[in-house]
T-cell receptor, first 116, second 111 residues
Framework: GAVVSQHPSWVICKSGTSVKIECRSL??????MFWYRQFPKQSLMLMAT?????????EQGVEKDKFLINHASLTLSTLTVTSAHPEDSSFYIC????????????FGPGTRLTVL | GQQLNQSPQSMFIQEGEDVSMNCTSS?????WLWYKQDPGEGPVLLIA?????ELTSNGRLTAQFGITRKDSFLNISASIPSDVGIYFC???????????FGTGTLLAVQP
């Protein structure tokens, strides 16, 4: 149980294009999901908190218009990187908090984004 | 963003040795979590701690929630090659209740 999937696992795109990453909780409902970014040899940095039925909450320094988050259902959140640039290349990891277990948080396998 | 101080930054040990790593924070946390991350994958939860002073084991792994609620340690006994990876502590607490990650400990185990 408590499986979180991400799609795609990796993506390469041209500068200026937009990329959508999906995060799904496969066997539990998650009103709240989180999006992290991890640069090489660094820790996970929280980008935003995604809430089903309401607007996402972004961390300081994260542009909400560039990183669009849509929490469409209790099992799906999407992150769209708009007008991607090479500096957006990173490992994006989502996490879901089960509605039945507030203290737990399960992570997806991550999506490697490379912007050329 | 905020990060926890985690040490050591890296460890290179022989198979069979015991390992210890810790995290400290200037803030009080209500929850401490320990994760392991393999290259190119997301973090996998190893141990969760919810009470100050709590000592919890998961196989060869043992973790403790510090009495001050500002620190936690993880021990791995009798290390094996598959223990290789990056270990992260994470704490949750305060007004935001967000999960804050440590800087990570890279563990390398030589057979």
């Amino acid at each position: 149980g408590a499986v979180v999937s991400q799609h795609p696992s990796w993506v390469i795109c041209k500068s200026g294009t937009s990329v959508k990453i999906e995060c799904r909780s496969l066997d539990f409902q998650a009103t709240t999901m989180f999006w992290y970014r991890q640069f090489p040899k660094q820790s996970l940095m929280l980008m935003a908190t995604s809430n089903e039925g309401s607007k996402a909450t972004y961390e300081q320094g994260v542009e909400k218009d560039k990183f669009l988050i849509n929490h469409a259902s209790l099992t799906l959140s999407t992150l769209t990187v708009t007008s991607a640039h090479p500096e957006d290349s990173s490992f994006y990891i989502c996490s879901a908090r089960p509605d039945t277990s507030y203290n737990e948080q399960f992570f997806g396998p991550g999506t490697r984004l490379t912007v050329l | 963003g905020q990060q926890l101080n985690q040490s050591p930054q890296s460890m290179f040990i022989q198979e069979g040795e015991d390992v210890s790593m810790n995290c400290t924070s200037s803030s009080i946390f209500n929850t401490w979590l320990w994760y392991k991350q393999d290259p190119g994958e997301g973090p996998v939860l190893l141990i969760a701690l919810y009470k100050a002073g709590e000592l919890t084991s998961n196989g060869r792994l043992t973790a403790q929630f510090g009495i001050t609620r500002k620190d936690s340690f993880l021990n791995i006994s009798a290390s094996i090659p598959s223990d290789v990876g990056i270990y992260f502590c994470a704490g949750r607490g305060g007004a935001t209740n967000k999960l804050i990650f440590g800087t990570g400990t890279l563990l390398a185990v030589q057979p």
